[in-house]
């Protein structure tokens, strides 16, 4: 009887307890919940909105649709014991990772912390995003990351190192995959830049972003150069002179609605078809303004943007790199509601002349908008490549090349336009017949030769006096300066009016939509790097 | 016979006046929508010119290539490099090229132009208006060759071109003319007893004067002697002619003008007036006829002295003899010009006179075909001018050039144009893109029907005035006809500042914005060919909480999309509607219902960052709408770095250096001039924004510069 009573009372206590257990445990995923919210605290939170920066939390706000947002690992916390780290946690440690809509269609984002630790990357930071990664590629979506990192977890040492290993593991299996964008908005310094270095596409916040290697500290120990960090690694430097990043913004706000913006051209992966949005603006008009387009003096210049803006859908032309190597223009537009990756020559700068950026910025596009299935619109009006004993020391070679290769590789649809100047490799580069092009139209402006007349005249006729030579430079010009000698030959699919050209190229996109080709069977190409 | 002037009718309908196909726009009264009335049609069995070389550029070359083209005459046109691909040039038969842009290698050539005509065998000239147009050489030359002038007799552009004689002549005719001196005045003494004759305030001026050059105006002693000095030296070194001028001085006049035109049988009639008092520069910007302030006695009195005039002359072909009108309706003589007038369309509105086909047949030798009785007056008409200029200035215009990459004129109206889409507007010409041309029954109805014409005109890549123009017709003080040659800087004491919009208006604009963005955010997540994806938000997804902001205006704007496709948009307290379908992102120009009310909208642009730029009654303006959640991290943003202070001056447009007043190392004061700018014939001072000193000059005299080019760098 006693041990009935015992154990009914026994019941009863174990009863209480796990109630008050659950209870408490409710409470504290509640607790860590909030703290998880609040990331390094109030006080971190209003230093980082001091500095004009967004917190993590925040800009994920912006970024995805309202209320779309699924957060994963919100208790993960780091595993650091020494330097007494094991009595600073905080839940979900120095990054925001899940995935959330943008415009409607999923996406994987990761948004560092800068209020824990400064953002640095812990192990457990990097399992974070190594899972959502995973998880990014297998479900085909893109992933997005927004950087704002003071760099490596010093305190946990290797760890930290294998950290950043493992996500470039994932960033180099992803490349080809699903896009994988990069938003610097805070520092990203040492081992931490090669992710965005890595991703498909890096853009930067000005003032508030940099990127470098060696900080301002080591470089003034070694070199005993004085500079500040924007100026070593500022938005200014990566998108004007060293080409690392694709594009910067005014603020927080503007990068991040651009960035949805951008993602509206991008498709989810390789594998599934290009993003097709209802279009309005007839895929049919003429458009007259192209007829007066190029000058009639054939060496003016004129702004091959206005060329792209009259023939793309809405005049909607979103630009990669647009103050790097501004002698070609890359970007993304639409045509008939689908998206088409630009590539043209710029003749109002160098005249738009091929050089060593130019072409590493055209080929890494190109290749892109390959491995994305994006049809490619090539518009040539191109002199040549840029001559010059600089450009011949730092491998011109080697890096036109590149862009050579990854027209040639190109599998996608590729329509070229020849609007004025295509002479000898830079013409041959340009999305040629000969590289595969499925359709290539030349404008009546079109000159497609070896070398412009006045070069050609002096190499073919050494020696002649210049009355003579000028006589055989008209010659030349005659025989050349018109599309025909390319037309005769079928190297161009036809001469057309300049103000057909968007319906046409409206109508063989469509035709192209399934076009079927595959390169021969191997582990991979090997691109003049 | 009968059938052969229907079917040419027919032909003129189509090539001047674009049929109401595409209605958007209703105008009322269809039948004020043609140019002509079939009253002076042409007739074809009249022999007439073989060919004709049109001496000039623009909507008046293109102007005279229609009816030249009705009437069966071959055209020419000629052209500088920078009219290589010009509109005038393709609606041509033959194009002859004439040399390098500036119009003193070209146009103004006499030589080329002669050349021209040689080479293509044209027994015709038509110089439309500005350029040789009054350049009695050329007459005599032609004459020379055997090739017919359409225009007067040199003999009457030259005494018409002088002030002096003009005023002689029209004197000899018992034409009122200004009260004034008859003779040069040499001495300021002499000109200060002309001034006290004639009573203050008086006017001394060259008499080889133009554009307000060499012009003062005088209310007392002291201002007669100053006046005189400086008009003198003025007149000296712009004309290299200092022969002066004195006469009254007519206050707040108006100008008005009778069109006259004439045979060489001795036939002279006049087709009425215009009234051309708005005026900014001493140029016209609109113009109609018949003047609202005319009675029928002065208007007859007016025209008859016109015909007295031109009998003195033995005038033939069409001309415009100009007075002032003042507030008591007396009028003076001001001078005649012996050409076809930018501003004639009205005049042929109101007359149904095709002026260019009657200059053609009085050059031919024909006799007038209309007698003075004929010329009624139908209806009234207004032109508005139509120029590549930035209007938001004291100027009332400072030129804009580049290329058009849009152009879409009104339908139903008449537009004599000189541009298409992707014309380029030069620097080098005169900047008027169009004359558009509206034609009722009542001055009111025309008005109302202009603004329509107005707000549906499109025109993208280069600023214009069409904000003005729009905004002068609108005024009370047009519609009351209350107008003089001052009427623009009296109405716009500050220079055109755009339209200022009332409240409700602005919070209509605020509410399209709303809903551009909302349609925008929709068509963002309409793939055609992926699905929607299966996760979804939890909030609806078809409400917009937005935060707007609108010049220092800002607003919480909530939008919702209804079962019944109308846009739901609340603001402030009111309550707007617009109907989704009406929405049209692409379209250059939106009709949109907004709460029963049908609006005009032209979407300019948009951008990522939230940027709307929306022409509404004409004006532009740039509004800003973000999601309420984003605008909420606004103020955490930095501050927009600021700029330093200038240290440098850029082109505010293209042109050519015409002269340089600083040279490296002086110390310029703030408000100096440092550089003229030529840009479409007008002289533009760029002036030192800040005091400061110069370090370097970029650009030398004859120097073209585009715009936003440097000019002149600072220490």
């Known amino acids: ?529 | 016979m009968a059938l052969k002037v229907r079917f040419v009718n027919f032909k003129m309908r189509c090539s001047f006046i674009r049929h109401e196909t595409n209605i958007n726009v209703d105008f009322p009264n269809k039948s004020y929508k043609r140019g002509f009335s079939t009253k002076y049609s042409i007739d074809q069995s009249e022999s007439t010119f073989k060919k004709v070389l049109i001496a000039n550029r623009g909507e008046i070359a293109c102007r005279i290539i229609q009816t030249a083209k009705r009437m069966g005459i071959k055209t020419v046109a000629v052209y500088s490099v920078d009219d290589s691909q010009a509109k005038h040039v393709k609606l041509a038969d033959e194009k002859i090229f004439i040399g390098l842009s500036s119009a003193m290698d070209s146009y103004l050539n006499i030589e080329k132009i002669l050349n021209a005509v040689r080479e293509t065998g044209a027994d015709a000239l038509h110089p439309g208006y500005g350029f040789l147009s009054e350049n009695f050489d050329l007459v005599k030359q032609l004459e020379s060759e055997g090739v017919t002038f359409i225009g007067p007799s040199a003999e009457a552009i030259f005494r018409m071109g002088d002030k002096l004689e003009s005023k002689r002549t029209a004197l000899a005719a018992g034409v009122n003319v200004i009260p004034g001196f008859d003779g040069i005045v040499t001495e300021v003494d002499h000109c200060l007893d002309i001034a006290r004759n004639l009573g203050y305030p008086v006017m001394i001026k060259a008499s080889a004067g133009g554009g307000g050059k060499g012009m003062r105006i005088a209310r007392n002693d002291q201002d007669v002697r100053e006046g005189f000095l400086l008009s003198t030296q003025e007149a000296a070194s712009s004309f290299g002619d200092t022969r002066m001028l004195v006469e009254k001085f007519i206050e707040n006049p108006r100008h008005i003008e009778i069109q006259v035109l004439g045979d060489k049988h001795g036939n002279i009639i006049h087709l009425n007036e215009r009234e051309c008092s708005i005026q900014r520069r001493n140029q016209k910007v609109i113009e109609e006829a018949p003047s609202f302030f005319l009675d029928k006695e002065t208007r007859a009195a007016m025209g008859e002295q016109s015909v007295a005039l031109c009998k003195q002359l033995q005038y033939s072909s069409a001309g415009t003899v100009e007075f002032l009108v003042d507030q008591e309706k007396h009028f003076y003589f001001l001078e005649m010009n012996t050409r076809l007038q930018v501003e004639h369309a009205v005049t042929e509105c109101i007359t149904g006179v095709d002026l260019v086909h009657q200059m053609f047949r009085v050059a031919k030798g024909y006799e007038l075909n209309i007698s003075q009785e004929d010329v009624q007056i139908n209806g009234w008409a207004i032109e508005t001018r139509i120029y590549a200029e930035d209007p938001y200035n004291k100027n009332f215009g400072l030129p804009s050039c580049g290329r058009i990459y849009k152009y879409q004129e009104p339908l139903g109206v008449r537009c004599d144009s000189g541009v298409e889409e992707g014309s380029k507007v030069s620097v080098y010409y005169d900047s008027l893109i169009c004359k558009l041309v509206c034609h009722d029954n009542n001055r009111e109805n025309v008005i109302e029907k202009s603004i329509k014409a107005l707000d549906t005109y499109i025109i993208r890549g280069i600023e214009h005035n069409i904000p003005l123009l729009r905004d002068v017709l609108s005024r009370k003080s047009f519609r009351e006809g209350c107008i003089t040659t001052n009427y623009l800087p009296l109405a716009y004491p500050e220079g055109f500042k755009g339209l200022t919009l009332e409240e409700r208006d602005r919070h209509k604009l605020v509410a399209v914005a709303a809903v551009l963005f909302a349609a925008n955010e929709l068509k963002s997540r309409d793939f055609i060919n992926i699905p929607e994806s299966g996760i979804r938000g939890k909030a609806p997804r078809e409400k917009w909480h937005l935060f707007i902001r609108f010049d220092e205006e800002k607003l919480d704007v909530e939008v919702a999309l209804e079962d019944n496709g109308q846009f739901r948009i609340e603001l402030v307290e009111n309550v707007f509607s617009i109907e989704k379908n009406e929405i049209k992102l692409s379209e250059a120009i939106m009709e949109l219902t907004v709460n029963g009310e049908r609006n005009i909208f032209q979407l300019l642009s948009r951008n990522s960052n939230g940027e709307f730029m929306i022409i509404y009654k004409a004006n532009k303006y740039i509004l800003n709408v973000l999601p309420k959640k984003v605008s909420n991290y606004l103020k955490l943003m930095p501050k927009k770095m600021q700029h330093q202070q200038q240290n440098e001056i850029c082109a505010p447009m293209s042109g050519v250096v015409k002269s340089v007043f600083c040279s490296v190392g002086e110390s310029v004061q703030e408000g100096q001039e440092l550089l003229i700018l030529e840009s479409m014939k007008m002289q533009n001072f760029i002036i030192a924004q800040s005091s400061g000193k110069v370090q370097s000059v970029e650009v030398s005299v004859g120097n073209s510069v585009k715009y936003r080019d440097l000019l002149i760098k600072f220490e």
């Open chain 1, 1 to 529: 009887m006693l041990l009935r009573i015992l154990n009914v009372r026994q019941y009863f206590f174990r009863s209480i307890k796990t109630t008050t257990h659950s209870i408490k445990t409710y409470e504290k995923i509640k607790e860590k919940r909030n703290e998880a919210l609040l990331g390094g605290g109030k006080e971190k939170i209003d230093n980082q909105h001091k500095k004009g920066k967004l917190t993590a939390r925040e800009r994920i706000n912006v970024l995805c649709d309202d209320d779309t947002f699924v957060e994963y690992d919100m208790f993960v916390q780091h595993t650091c014991i020494d330097f007494g780290m094991d009595k600073k946690k905080f839940s979900g440690d120095s990054v925001v990772t899940g995935h959330g809509l943008i415009n409607g269609r999923p996406a994987y984002v990761f948004s560092q912390d800068a209020t824990v630790f400064g953002g640095s990357l812990s192990r457990a930071h990097a399992n974070k995003i190594i899972k959502i990664m995973d998880q990014a590629i297998s479900v085909g979506a893109p992933v997005i990351g927004l950087n704002d990192s003071g760099g490596a977890r010093i305190q946990e040492g290797v760890d930290s190192l294998a950290g950043y290993a493992e996500i470039f593991q994932r960033n180099v299996l992803a490349s080809g995959v699903i896009p994988q964008i990069s938003l610097i908005m805070g520092p990203c310094a040492g081992g931490a830049v090669y992710s965005p270095a890595i991703t498909d596409f890096t853009f930067m916040v000005d003032h508030t972003s940099c990127l470098f290697v060696t900080g301002v500290d080591v470089i003034k120990s070694v070199t005993n150069e004085d500079v500040t960090s924007e100026q070593l690694g500022g938005s200014k430097v990566h998108t004007e002179i060293s080409g690392v990043a694709h594009k910067s913004f005014e603020n927080d706000i503007q990068a991040l609605l651009n960035l949805r913006e951008f993602l509206t051209f991008l498709p989810q992966n390789n594998m599934c078809s290009v993003p097709l949005r209802s279009c309005e603006d007839p895929w049919d008009r003429e458009v007259p303004f192209l007829e007066t387009m190029i000058p009639p003096i054939s060496s003016a210049a004129y702004d091959m943007l206005n060329v792209i803006l009259a023939l793309v859908d809405d005049r909607d032309f979103f630009e990669i790199m647009p103050k790097y190597a501004q002698n070609i223009i890359v970007g993304f537009a639409r045509m008939n509601g689908r998206t088409v990756g630009i590539v043209a020559n710029q003749p109002k700068v160098a005249a738009g002349c091929l050089d060593i950026n130019a072409s590493v910025k055209a080929a890494r596009f190109v290749r892109f908008c390959d491995a994305f299935n994006i049809s490619l619109i090539t518009l040539v009006d191109v002199p040549g490549f840029l001559p010059g004993v600089h450009q011949e020391h730092n491998g011109t070679i080697r890096h036109g090349a590149k862009l050579l290769f990854a027209y040639a590789e190109a599998t996608v649809p590729k329509l070229t336009v020849i609007t004025r100047k295509a002479y000898g490799g830079a013409y041959i580069t340009s999305s040629s017949k000969h590289l595969r092009g499925d359709v290539n139209y030349a404008w009546p402006s079109a000159e497609v030769a070896v070398m412009g007349a006045k070069s050609a005249a002096s190499v073919l006729y050494k020696g002649k006096s210049s009355e003579e030579a000028y006589i055989l430079e008209e010659e030349y010009r005659e025989k050349f300066a018109n599309p025909f000698p390319v037309a005769q030959k079928g190297y161009v699919d036809d001469i057309i009016e300049a103000k057909s050209t968007r319906w046409r190229l409206c109508r063989d996109l469509d035709l192209l939509a399934n076009k079927q080709l595959k390169n021969p069977p191997k582990k991979h190409g090997n691109i003049p790097l």
